[in-house]
């Protein structure tokens, strides 16, 4: 079956390391994105990515990172200059047809300890 | 830049009730997507319905359905017969039409429902 995958679903990262989720798509999706869930803030974009090579910031990616080396794969990394990391991080995909809105991952939950 | 606005951080509802989830959002544009979205509580993102500005009949999917009053920039979501499997988060969205467009997401209205 098609579809996003997530991994971790929990990962623990000590202040100050840098830590990196993964996001992987089998949909042949074009586009790719990260945002992050706080209580009460909804869904913030982080990145995203149209095409393989090429990635555009989003709303709040100051202390983040990421790649596009495969259509497949868009992984992020938190970086230890990310003030307040802890958070719930969804990754999803799309075709350019705006219609058809996203397809979410299961989300990666993470703790900075 | 579009916002979207929802102003009910929580709702509650009886099993078998009706429910409405308001959403109003701003934009220059005249063609866009709305859509609302559900995250239960496995936090998997589920999409429930979705409405083209273009397109004046409302959008329903089975027990759920929208009214769209693009005039007023509203977008609300009406829940029929509320089953506990209704009991989520729900997130209304915004996509604009053309190229390299996102979603931009409300802060989300919880539904609880009773028995």
């Known amino acids: 079956d098609g579809g996003i995958t997530q991994s971790p679903k929990y990962l623990f990262r000590k202040e100050g390391q840098n830590v990196t989720l993964s996001c992987e798509q089998n949909?042949?999706?074009?586009?790719m994105y990260w945002y992050r869930q706080d209580p009460g803030q909804g869904l913030r974009l982080i990145y995203y990515?149209?095409?393989?090579?090429?990635?555009q910031k989003g709303d709040i990616a100051e202390g983040y990172s990421v790649s596009r080396e495969k259509k497949e794969s868009f992984p992020l990394t938190v970086t230890s200059a990310q003030k307040n990391p802890t958070a719930f991080y969804l990754c999803?995909?799309?075709?350019?047809?705006?219609?058809?809105?996203?397809?979410f991952g299961s989300g990666t939950r993470l703790t900075v300890v | 830049a579009q916002t979207v606005t929802q102003s009910q951080p929580e709702m509650s509802v009886q099993e078998a009730e009706t429910v409405t989830l308001s959403c109003t959002y701003d934009?220059?544009?005249?063609?866009?997507?709305l859509f609302w979205y559900k995250q239960p509580p496995s936090r998997q993102m589920i999409l429930v319905i979705r409405?083209?500005?273009?397109?004046?009949q409302n959008a329903t999917e089975n027990r759920f359905s929208v009214n769209f009053q693009k005039a007023a920039k509203s977008f609300s979501l009406k829940i029929s017969d509320s089953q506990l499997g209704d009991a989520a988060m729900y997130f209304c969205?915004?996509?604009?039409?053309?190229?390299?467009?996102?979603?931009?997401f409300g802060t989300g209205t919880r539904l609880q429902v009773t028995l």
């Open positions: 999803a995909s799309s075709i350019d047809e705006q219609y058809y809105g996203y397809t």
């Open positions: 949909l042949n999706h074009d586009a």
């Open positions: 990515s149209q095409i393989v090579n090429d990635f």
């Open positions: 934009t220059s544009e005249s063609d866009y997507y």
């Open positions: 409405q083209e500005a273009y397109k004046q």
């Open positions: 969205a915004y996509r604009r039409t053309g190229t390299a467009s996102k979603l931009t």
